[in-house]
Structure formats: structure tokens, C-alpha cells
């Protein structure tokens, strides 16, 4: 799902909490807050799935198998 400016819907969101678990030293209270506020952007955008810009292309165009 993606929102009216070409980023993902609550992308900001899953960003920010995957580089506050990245962050050393780990903040768990913030990391938690964002832990938070992520499930709140889903619950309220009705996000049904996440997936990478990766993943997208390689679903779109799968993989060559060599036998």
C-alpha cells in the first residue's frame, strides 16, 4: 500500500522502529513507543501486508530456474 506521496502507508512508522532497534546504544523506551505507534498506523490506514520494494520486483518478475 503505498500513500498519496509515493511512500509506503505507515512506512515512516516500521522505518523509524527498525532504526531505533538498530541504534546502539538500544533505547528501549524509545524503541517501544514506536512499538506502539506502528500497530495504532496499521490498525488506523487498514494495512493488510508489508512488503520491500525488493520483494515486489522480484514477485513481479520471478526468477529464471536452471534445471
Do not use: H, W
Not at 505507534?37 to 496499521?42: G, T
Not at 508489508?50 to 513481479?60: E, N
Request: proline share 4%; hydrophobic share 35%.
Amino acid at each position: 500500500m503505498e500513500g498519496g506521496q509515493g511512500q509506503a502507508v505507515c512506512g515512516q512508522e516500521a522505518l523509524d522502529l527498525l532504526n531505533c532497534i538498530a541504534q546502539s546504544p538500544y533505547d528501549q523506551d524509545k524503541c517501544l513507543r514506536l512499538m506502539t505507534s506502528l500497530p495504532e498506523c496499521v490498525l488506523n490506514k487498514k494495512v493488510k501486508k508489508f512488503s520491500l520494494a525488493d520483494q515486489k520486483q522480484k514477485d513481479a518478475k520471478p526468477a529464471d530456474k536452471k534445471a
